[in-house]
C-alpha cells in the first residue's frame, strides 16, 4: 500500500515517492490480519527494532485487533518521532529509576547478586 494522505494525521504526499507507513505520524491502516480477514484498524508505531545491518523496522500494533507487524523505517521518517518511540524504554523504565544505585550496591558493582537472593 502507498500513501497518498494519511487518514490519521492528513499528511499529503506530494511526490511520486511510495510509503509504506506516513512518514510524518509514523502509522498506518491495517488493512489486513494475519488471517487474511480484513481489518482497518489504524496501526501504531510502538516501539523500533534493529536489524542486524543497523538498519531500523518500526513496530506497528493495530488499536484494533492488538496484531503486530514491521515496516522498515525510511530516510523521511520524522526524526523526533523516531528517536521518542526508540528513547521510550529509557525514559519511562518498567522499574522504579530510584533503586537503579541500590541495585548496583546489592550487585557490588560486578553485574550479578552475588548469592545476595540465594
Known sequence: MSIKKCPVCGWENTDSTEYEHCPNCLSMIHEK???????????EAV?????????????????????????????????????????KPLTNPPFPIDRIETMEKMM???GDLGGYYE
Open 47 to 87: 516501539s523500533v527494532a534493529v536489524n542486524d545491518d543497523d538498519s531500523w523496522d518500526l513496530v506497528l500494533r493495530c488499536k484494533f485487533c492488538d496484531e503486530f507487524i514491521l515496516s522498515r523505517v525510511n530516510k523521511d521518517d520524522n526524526p523526533i518521532k523516531l528517536m521518542n518511540i526508540a528513547l
Open 108 to 110: 557490588g558493582g560486578a
Open 33 to 43: 490480519s494475519e488471517d487474511g480477514s480484513e481489518c482497518g484498524g489504524i496501526l
